[in-house]
């Protein structure tokens, strides 16, 4: 099958492209123009620049297309509120959204995020049918992803063939931002003093890339599956990671308010300096919940592998080195 995926160039799209190779399938990569495709470098598919916020590069890309993965986004969370935002991951989505309609794809996989649903305990995680929380923290990006999901899901009711999925938190190899080793890069680095009393969900990025092509063949049209695997404390992942770098991890714990003074700090100094800050107040918000999901769905419908996450922590730490991301 001939594919189009946008966002090819990021690091589940690096991961996504190969397993969709190693399927079978002809890939087109869309990626924006003057972005950085070294992940892609040697593999055999056709690389287009172009830019999602325009149909015609999006035309001029999709000839002979049958099916569409679409993980194209902006992820930033600084400033908070940032309309850009909103055009490239709503706008940019509803193209993706006319041009699957008019060339009449077979599927349209949606790459959303976990964020759009509700997160949950250890005990009691978050799954696909509870509503959207984080509008509390206040970030374009968050909103804007469920939006999108949103929109796609509409499409569906007006009959296009559509898939969602969910990642949450992935680790992995071709982290050319790098994006999530960039936590990776600070507990080597010790430049993380501490942790804060949350938690997330973590999934390697190779097991995400294999469950999201699954969804191609193996995903019921109209269907939302989260992407994850492991629920770990901050506590909890910092050991693995600090075990698999040789690196004694942070071992203080800070109360909430502490990390919600910081965030608060940072924030304010942010917008007078025109500084991003490290940690803004939105974000000490989120490190302070436990965002924690199940994948149980997606492992009975879509095969998606679950790895240790230890795999993944290596991975991404053996390519960070090998790429000169960690002297």
Not at 239 to 256: D, E, R, S, W
Request: charged share 20%.
């Amino acid at each position: 099958m001939k594919i189009l995926v946008t966002g090819a160039n990021g690091l589940l799209g690096s991961n996504l492209v190969r397993q969709l190779l190693k399927n079978g399938h002809e890939i087109i990569a869309f990626v924006l123009k003057n972005s950085n495709t070294s992940t892609l470098n040697n593999l055999p598919l056709k690389i287009v620049a172009g830019n999602i916020l325009s149909l015609e590069d999006l035309r001029s890309a999709s000839k002979g297309v049958e099916a569409i993965f679409h993980l194209a986004a902006s992820t930033s969370l600084w400033p908070e509120r940032d309309e850009l935002i909103n055009k490239i991951n709503i706008d940019g989505t509803q193209n993706i959204i006319q041009l699957a309609t008019e060339i009449h794809v077979k599927r349209l996989v949606y790459v959303g995020t976990a964020s759009s649903f509700s997160f949950g305990t250890k005990i009691k995680p978050g799954v696909e049918d509870t509503e959207y929380s984080s509008h509390t923290y206040g970030f374009n990006y968050m909103d804007s992803k469920y939006e999108a999901q949103k929109n796609v899901l509409k499409a569906y009711l007006k009959g296009l063939p559509v898939i969602v999925v969910n990642p949450t938190f992935m680790l992995g190899k071709y982290d050319s931002g790098p994006s999530s080793g960039a936590m990776i890069i600070g507990i080597y680095n010790k430049k993380v003093p501490g942790f804060p009393p949350g938690g997330k969900n973590y999934v390697c990025v190779k097991d995400a890339a294999v469950g999201i092509a699954n969804a191609l063949e193996m995903g019921k049209l109209g269907e939302c599956y989260i992407i994850g695997n492991e629920n770990l404390s901050y506590t909890e992942a910092f050991q693995k990671i600090g075990k698999i770098v040789n690196i004694a991890p942070p071992t203080v714990k800070f109360p909430t308010w502490i990390v919600l003074l910081f965030g608060r700090f940072n924030s304010y100094f942010s917008k007078i300096s025109g500084k991003k800050p490290s940690v803004s107040y939105g974000l000490a918000r989120i490190s302070c919940d436990e965002h924690y999901f199940s994948s149980a769905k997606a492992v009975r419908e879509l095969k998606l592998p679950q790895s240790p996450i230890e795999e993944g922590i290596k991975e991404c730490f053996d390519w960070l080195k090998e790429n000169d991301y960690i002297k």
